[in-house]
């Protein structure tokens, strides 16, 4: 007999009544009246038990018993409509002797949250009457009336085992199978031939849980999980615990996790602390389908803070109620995640047969290589010699080897009673530096940082374990983030960037004491975990920890600097006119020394990478390398100022004239190169210079002209252009790329005497890169028409944004507007911080130019969460702006449009 199943398959979906349509059911039901209204009935009696639960227990109790409260009950309301559909189990000939239906997957574990699926399995043998299929058909309907998402199949034994080995989601759920109704004579048989399959398909089935765990890291990586992280599939959700449960019962015929214990390499697995891992996640997802009305298993950031509040956790000065939430969140996925990495290294070892591989011939007598993993050797006991647990680190990680699950274990215990005597001894401090100023291998640091390693010698490290970082820029912890920071470093040093950003090598390769570089990758975040500002706190902490690591003076000075200065390149690069020469000036005098600028350059660079794909855009690791490069020469002239400025103006000019006289006349070539200004020629390239001027002179009747270049290692197109000048000009500008789906993520804007701007923009590329030449064409038709005053780029922007999908982001970005007449020497700079919204540059460009001010350079970066932004600005008569009312004015009429 075919199988049947709620959506015609055998996998378990969610489905919508699979056998009449809701009028049909209302208008000619197959099913007697008195039937159907005794099942009628008890819908609402279950949702009410339902939020009677919830109301009670999501607060009072664990969030595994809610959750086995919540399949209690949903067990009995099952039962009660099989019950009134008419199904009776007797010992005779019923129905009942050959059939049984279950429960599966996490109503199968008992774990059913508030929107789960109720997964059902009908399991029968031999043909399946018409009248009991009428039943099932009864008693399930009311499940949909009461707004459930159910999955359902209807399957022989044999079917239900021989699908399972095709399927591995379901025979996932058909191993968390629990008895709901029926035969329980039939279910036993079923169980034992399931299993006992199960048994003769175990060494095929390795690698499908193999599989499905690196698939699983593959779909969980980015800022999005680690901002959001999903609570049941994620890297450290509930199906890790899963899937160690379904391993140890498959190969070591545990029922129960917890049994693993009883072998001896699992004896110090930490199985209470993962079932408080595993009650706390449930918790936290009950409560979130609670909020959704429905399943949601991402943690959602318009989520985490009612969550938080309504769990308890309140603001206090250094932290927030919602990242108090997060940092356990993050503890308890963590400690999952490892733990699994760990079960798994030990069971693999277990069921492994295969010979022991010689041991390498050159590690020391008290290590041995065991299957990929280093092992204390035999007679070596941590006991007498703790340095050992140390000494083993330092091989795995220049080996590239990982540690074998009872070395794990005895370090953790190690460092648990003895970790006084390791961090007070010279020789274990020193091994210890070896580990984080050579960090090769990856995977040793981060277990080095789990068992607790890097606390004990950094107690400040402490303070940022699982530490969340709010904002899409981030997908990892401060712990986490500061690791892979070191990681980066490495891999500058080893050259893995060198294909793309050779000059990351080359800089490394200049720096005379890399150790220090190191010591600040490391040590760059650790004032976070004090609530304040971390680049104040920081350098607070530094004497202290590098003293008790045994550095002097210098070296204590050099990271001390790294650590308060390690985001000042981000900050001007992205934030700045690097044209502005005072800009650069600023920062060589702050900087002032070669080594430190290469060492605070690389970095940034490494923070970046480290951060996430936001942060280390190919658009902004450009701004860097040209601002490291621009403050490099400032330093290496010697001169902090540029009293050859004028020379240089001189020297431009006459280059620039002599490349024009090459195709043009004298004449309109000298009169055009006089209208420029002084700042023009200073702050222009040559060959930016000779598109300006050739396009002028080309111009004839033209309003416009431009040249587009697209930037070899970044996703930006340059915008050379030239027009007449006109009021608002940048916020005509910024409308019109907006339309096209262009951010603007840099802008100057020159004019000459004789009214025309000469321009130079950075922009995103097309969003489509196959009709990118369409895309220009089209952009510079709007533009046209937008200068003619013939586009009506405020209906047109409130249109595309009233259709655009809302942003995914859920949490806050404190809005800013300040006002700085200090960095630049001829203009007002306006700083905007605030949500990042489409159009939002137009809007504020149109409110500059409101106030009769002209934005003559601006510098932009948004990145779906938030927009920051700098306008250099002047007044209508080309000076900076001192008046404090028109100041306030500014602020006030920016901040409304915020």
Same mark, same amino acid.
């Given at each position: 007999?075919?199988?049947?199943?709620?959506?015609?398959?055998?996998?378990?979906?969610?489905?919508?009544?699979?056998?009449?349509?809701?009028?049909?059911?209302?208008?000619?039901?197959?099913?007697?009246?008195?039937?159907?209204?005794?099942?009628?009935?008890?819908?609402?009696?279950?949702?009410?038990?339902?939020?009677?639960?919830?109301?009670?227990?999501?607060?009072?109790?664990?969030?595994?018993?809610?959750?086995?409260?919540?399949?209690?009950?949903?067990?009995?309301?099952?039962?009660?409509?099989?019950?009134?559909?008419?199904?009776?189990?007797?010992?005779?000939?019923?129905?009942?002797?050959?059939?049984?239906?279950?429960?599966?997957?996490?109503?199968?574990?008992?774990?059913?949250?508030?929107?789960?699926?109720?997964?059902?399995?009908?399991?029968?043998?031999?043909?399946?009457?018409?009248?009991?299929?009428?039943?099932?058909?009864?008693?399930?309907?009311?499940?949909?009336?009461?707004?459930?998402?159910?999955?359902?199949?209807?399957?022989?034994?044999?079917?239900?085992?021989?699908?399972?080995?095709?399927?591995?989601?379901?025979?996932?759920?058909?191993?968390?199978?629990?008895?709901?109704?029926?035969?329980?004579?039939?279910?036993?048989?079923?169980?034992?031939?399931?299993?006992?399959?199960?048994?003769?398909?175990?060494?095929?089935?390795?690698?499908?849980?193999?599989?499905?765990?690196?698939?699983?890291?593959?779909?969980?990586?980015?800022?999005?999980?680690?901002?959001?992280?999903?609570?049941?599939?994620?890297?450290?959700?509930?199906?890790?615990?899963?899937?160690?449960?379904?391993?140890?019962?498959?190969?070591?015929?545990?029922?129960?996790?917890?049994?693993?214990?009883?072998?001896?390499?699992?004896?110090?697995?930490?199985?209470?602390?993962?079932?408080?891992?595993?009650?706390?996640?449930?918790?936290?997802?009950?409560?979130?389908?609670?909020?959704?009305?429905?399943?949601?298993?991402?943690?959602?950031?318009? *989520?985490?803070?009612?969550?938080?509040?309504?769990?308890?956790?309140?603001?206090?000065?250094?932290?927030?109620?919602?990242?108090?939430?997060?940092?356990?969140?993050?503890?308890?996925?963590?400690?999952?995640?490892?733990?699994?990495?760990?079960?798994?290294?030990?069971?693999?070892?277990?069921?492994?047969?295969?010979?022991?591989?010689?041991?390498?011939?050159?590690?020391?007598?008290?290590?041995?290589?065991?299957?990929?993993?280093?092992?204390?050797?035999?007679?070596?006991?941590?006991?007498?010699?703790?340095?050992?647990?140390?000494?083993?680190?330092?091989?795995?990680?220049?080996?590239?080897?990982?540690?074998?699950?009872?070395?794990?274990?005895?370090?953790?215990?190690?460092?648990?009673?003895?970790?006084?005597?390791?961090?007070?001894?010279?020789?274990?401090?020193?091994?210890?530096?070896?580990?984080?100023?050579?960090?090769?291998?990856?995977?040793?640091?981060?277990?080095?940082?789990?068992?607790?390693?890097?606390?004990?010698?950094?107690?400040?490290?402490?303070?940022?374990?699982?530490?969340?970082?709010?904002?899409?820029?981030?997908?990892?912890?401060?712990?986490?983030?500061?690791?892979?920071?070191?990681?980066?470093?490495?891999?500058?040093?080893?050259?893995?960037?060198?294909?793309?950003?050779?000059?990351?090598?080359?800089?490394?390769?200049?720096?005379?004491?890399?150790?220090?570089?190191?010591?600040?990758?490391?040590?760059?975040?650790?004032?976070?975990? *004090?609530?304040?500002?971390?680049?104040?706190?920081?350098?607070?902490?530094?004497?202290?920890?590098?003293?008790?690591?045994?550095?002097?003076?210098?070296?204590?000075?050099?990271?001390?600097?790294?650590?308060?200065?390690?985001?000042?390149?981000?900050?001007?690069?992205?934030?700045?006119?690097?044209?502005?020469?005072?800009?650069?000036?600023?920062?060589?005098?702050?900087?002032?020394?070669?080594?430190?600028?290469?060492?605070?350059?690389?970095?940034?660079?490494?923070?970046?990478?480290?951060?996430?794909?936001?942060?280390?855009?190919?658009?902004?690791?450009?701004?860097?390398?040209?601002?490291?490069?621009?403050?490099?020469?400032?330093?290496?002239?010697?001169?902090?100022?540029?009293?050859?400025?004028?020379?240089?103006?001189?020297?431009?000019?006459?280059?620039?004239?002599?490349?024009?006289?090459?195709?043009?006349?004298?004449?309109?070539?000298?009169?055009?190169?006089?209208?420029?200004?002084?700042?023009?020629?200073?702050?222009?390239?040559?060959?930016?210079?000779?598109?300006?001027?050739?396009?002028?002179?080309?111009?004839?009747?033209?309003?416009?002209?431009?040249?587009?270049?697209?930037?070899?290692?970044?996703?930006?197109?340059?915008?050379?252009?030239?027009?007449?000048?006109?009021?608002?000009?940048?916020?005509?500008?910024?409308?019109?790329?907006?339309?096209?789906?262009?951010?603007?993520?840099?802008?100057?804007?020159?004019?000459?005497?004789?009214?025309?701007?000469?321009?130079?923009?950075?922009?995103?590329?097309?969003?489509?890169?196959?009709?990118?030449?369409?895309?220009?064409?089209?952009?510079?038709?709007?533009?046209?028409?937008?200068?003619?005053?013939?586009?009506?780029?405020?209906?047109?922007?409130?249109?595309?944004?009233?259709?655009?999908?809302?942003?995914?982001?859920?949490?806050?970005?404190?809005?800013?507007?300040?006002?700085?007449?200090?960095?630049?020497?001829?203009?007002?700079?306006?700083?905007?911080?605030?949500?990042?919204?489409?159009?939002?540059?137009?809007?504020?460009?149109?409110?500059?130019?409101?106030?009769?001010?002209?934005?003559?350079?601006?510098?932009?970066?948004?990145?779906?969460?938030?927009?920051?932004?700098?306008?250099?600005?002047?007044?209508?008569?080309?000076?900076?702006?001192?008046?404090?009312?028109?100041?306030?004015?500014?602020?006030?009429?920016?901040?409304?449009?915020?």
């Amino acid at each position: 007999m075919p199988a049947r199943s709620g959506t015609e398959k055998s996998s378990l979906s969610p489905l919508k009544r699979p056998f009449v349509s809701e009028p049909e059911k209302k208008t000619g039901t197959p099913f007697k009246a008195d039937i159907l209204k005794g099942s009628q009935k008890r819908v609402p009696v279950f949702l009410s038990e339902r939020d009677a639960l919830a109301q009670k227990g999501l607060l009072s109790e664990t969030g595994l018993r809610f959750s086995h409260q919540y399949a209690d009950l949903m067990d009995q309301f099952i039962r009660d409509l099989f019950h009134l559909a008419g199904f009776r189990h007797t010992t005779g000939t019923d129905a009942g002797n050959v059939l049984t239906v279950v429960a599966l997957g996490g109503y199968g574990r008992r774990e059913l949250c508030l929107g789960s699926d109720v997964d059902l399995m009908v399991i029968h043998q031999g043909d399946l009457p018409s009248e009991t299929e009428e039943v099932i058909r009864h008693a399930l309907y009311p499940l949909w009336d009461a707004k459930l998402d159910v999955g359902y199949s209807i399957l022989t034994f044999q079917e239900c085992i021989r699908l399972a080995m095709g399927d591995f989601r379901m025979l996932t759920s058909l191993m968390d199978s629990r008895f709901l109704i029926g035969s329980r004579s039939f279910y036993r048989l079923y169980r034992e031939a399931f299993w006992s399959r199960m048994t003769r398909e175990k060494d095929s089935l390795l690698g499908k849980f193999l599989i499905s765990r690196r698939e699983r890291a593959d779909r969980n990586k980015g800022e999005g999980c680690f901002v959001e992280p999903d609570l049941k599939e994620g890297l450290g959700g509930l199906r890790d615990i899963h899937l160690m449960a379904w391993m140890a019962r498959i190969w070591f015929d545990c029922k129960r996790l917890g049994q693993m214990k009883r072998f001896a390499a699992f004896s110090h697995f930490e199985i209470r602390k993962l079932g408080i891992s595993r009650s706390f996640l449930l918790k936290i997802r009950n409560h979130l389908h609670w909020l959704a009305h429905r399943k949601e298993d991402s943690l959602r950031l318009s *989520y985490q803070g009612q969550i938080s509040k309504i769990l308890g956790y309140e603001d206090e000065t250094r932290i927030s109620g919602p990242e108090k939430l997060m940092r356990d969140v993050y503890l308890h996925l963590n400690r999952i995640r490892y733990r699994h990495e760990e079960f798994q290294v030990k069971m693999l070892d277990m069921i492994d047969s295969s010979p022991v591989e010689p041991t390498q011939k050159d590690i020391p007598s008290e290590f041995a290589v065991l299957k990929g993993h280093i092992v204390l050797g035999e007679g070596v006991l941590s006991e007498k010699d703790p340095l050992v647990i140390l000494r083993g680190f330092r091989e795995a990680n220049e080996r590239g080897l990982f540690l074998g699950s009872g070395f794990i274990w005895e370090s953790k215990d190690i460092i648990g009673r003895k970790g006084k005597t390791l961090a007070g001894s010279v020789v274990g401090t020193g091994i210890f530096l070896d580990l984080i100023l050579k960090p090769q291998n990856p995977e040793i640091i981060r277990l080095a940082l789990e068992i607790g390693l890097i606390g004990l010698f950094i107690p400040e490290f402490r303070k940022i374990r699982n530490l969340p970082q709010f904002g899409f820029y981030h997908e990892m912890t401060v712990d986490l983030h500061s690791l892979r920071t070191l990681d980066v470093i490495n891999e500058i040093s080893k050259g893995v960037y060198d294909e793309k950003w050779p000059v990351f090598r080359a800089v490394f390769e200049e720096i005379e004491s890399p150790e220090r570089l190191f010591l600040a990758a490391l040590l760059h975040d650790i004032g976070k975990g *004090y609530g304040e500002d971390h680049c104040v706190r920081g350098p607070q902490l530094i004497p202290k920890i590098l003293a008790r690591l045994g550095f002097e003076k210098t070296s204590v000075e050099a990271v001390s600097f790294l650590v308060r200065h390690h985001l000042l390149l981000s900050r001007v690069a992205q934030h700045r006119d690097l044209r502005d020469e005072k800009t650069c000036v600023q920062v060589a005098q702050t900087i002032q020394d070669r080594q430190l600028l290469e060492m605070l350059f690389l970095l940034a660079v490494a923070d970046s990478f480290a951060t996430g794909p936001m942060a280390r855009s190919d658009w902004k690791i450009m701004l860097l390398a040209e601002l490291f490069h621009k403050v490099q020469r400032i330093l290496e002239r010697g001169i902090l100022a540029s009293p050859d400025a004028t020379r240089k103006i001189e020297r431009k000019r006459v280059r620039i004239r002599e490349m024009l006289l090459q195709d043009f006349e004298e004449e309109p070539v000298h009169f055009l190169i006089d209208q420029a200004s002084s700042r023009y020629i200073l702050n222009t390239s040559l060959p930016d210079m000779a598109v300006h001027f050739s396009s002028a002179l080309n111009l004839g009747d033209r309003k416009h002209a431009w040249k587009l270049e697209k930037r070899k290692n970044a996703a930006v197109t340059r915008v050379i252009q030239v027009t007449h000048d006109k009021p608002g000009l940048f916020s005509k500008m910024a409308g019109v790329f907006t339309l096209n789906s262009m951010e603007i993520l840099s802008a100057s804007i020159f004019t000459l005497k004789n009214g025309l701007a000469f321009d130079t923009y950075e922009v995103t590329n097309p969003p489509d890169a196959y009709r990118e030449t369409e895309s220009w064409a089209k952009t510079q038709n709007d533009l046209q028409h937008a200068l003619d005053d013939r586009l009506s780029l405020d209906r047109l922007i409130r249109e595309k944004r009233n259709a655009k999908m809302p942003a995914a982001y859920g949490g806050q970005v404190r809005k800013k507007v300040a006002v700085n007449n200090e960095d630049s020497d001829f203009f007002t700079l306006m700083e905007i911080r605030s949500s990042a919204k489409l159009g939002l540059l137009y809007d504020l460009a149109c409110v500059v130019f409101s106030m009769g001010l002209d934005i003559r350079t601006a510098k932009v970066n948004s990145d779906g969460e938030k927009m920051t932004g700098v306008f250099y600005v002047r007044d209508s008569g080309g000076e900076k702006i001192y008046e404090p009312d028109i100041i306030e004015e500014a602020k006030r009429r920016l901040m409304m449009v915020l």
